[in-house]
């Protein structure tokens, strides 16, 4: 599926994956976050949509499975501020430069969930901007600064837990 027919199917779906995420979750932010999450999952697969006969009732069963992991009540994350873990931002030079350093980073982000690990990949090693990510996966450019600041806080959580277990 190329970039246009994406954006024109996340359009067509995104209003009834937001009423099923509102309906299980019954927090209308959350249900926001979930339907962007699915979105940032479907365009990880976007190649692979075409092969499915019914593209909608694959993103409505992420909806509904990213629902109830919010339910069960996941770890909430660190509030960090965004000039804490600015400094983690990638550039696609220093993510192509070899060795442990890199290898870490590959390591890092391999641990973030799917649609983190897709927003960042857009982000920083796409050089997307904020409204291109926004576009691409039917959402707001401010839902898109705070799910990336979501996804840096993890990854500096991540390598704070890294550094502790060095000691």
Same mark, same amino acid.
């Given at each position: 599926?190329?970039?246009?027919?994406?954006?024109?199917?996340?359009?067509?779906?995104? &209003? /009834?994956?937001?009423?099923?995420?509102?309906?299980?979750?019954?927090?209308?932010?959350?249900?926001?976050? !979930?339907?962007?999450?699915?979105?940032?999952?479907?365009?990880?697969?976007?190649?692979? *949509?075409?092969?499915?006969? @019914?593209?909608? $009732? *694959?993103?409505?069963?992420?909806?509904?499975?990213?629902?109830?992991?919010?339910?069960? #009540?996941?770890? &909430?994350? *660190?509030?960090?501020?965004?000039? !804490?873990? /600015? #400094?983690?931002?990638? %550039?696609?030079?220093?993510?192509?430069? #070899?060795? =442990?350093? $890199?290898?870490?980073? @590959?390591?890092?982000?391999?641990?973030? &969930?799917?649609?983190?690990?897709?927003?960042?990949?857009? @982000?920083?090693?796409?050089? *997307?901007?904020?409204?291109?990510?926004?576009?691409?996966? /039917? %959402?707001? =450019?401010?839902?898109?600064?705070?799910?990336?600041?979501?996804?840096?806080?993890?990854?500096?959580?991540?390598?704070?837990?890294?550094?502790?277990?060095?000691?």
């Amino acid at each position: 599926m190329h970039r246009s027919e994406f954006e024109k199917f996340v359009v067509a779906i995104k &209003p /009834g994956l937001l009423a099923r995420a509102t309906s299980v979750t019954g927090d209308a932010d959350a249900a926001a976050d !979930i339907v962007q999450d699915c979105m940032l999952k479907l365009w990880t697969m976007r190649e692979q *949509l075409d092969d499915y006969d @019914r593209p909608e $009732a *694959l993103a409505m069963t992420i909806v509904h499975r990213l629902s109830l992991n919010v339910i069960r #009540g996941r770890k &909430p994350m *660190l509030d960090l501020n965004d000039e !804490i873990v /600015g #400094g983690c931002q990638l %550039s696609p030079e220093e993510m192509a430069i #070899g060795g =442990e350093e $890199a290898a870490a980073v @590959r390591n890092v982000l391999a641990m973030l &969930p799917d649609a983190q690990q897709a927003l960042i990949t857009m @982000r920083h090693i796409e050089g *997307l901007s904020n409204s291109e990510i926004a576009g691409i996966v /039917g %959402s707001t =450019e401010g839902a898109v600064r705070a799910a990336l600041s979501r996804a840096r806080h993890r990854i500096a959580e991540i390598f704070t837990e890294y550094q502790l277990s060095k000691m």
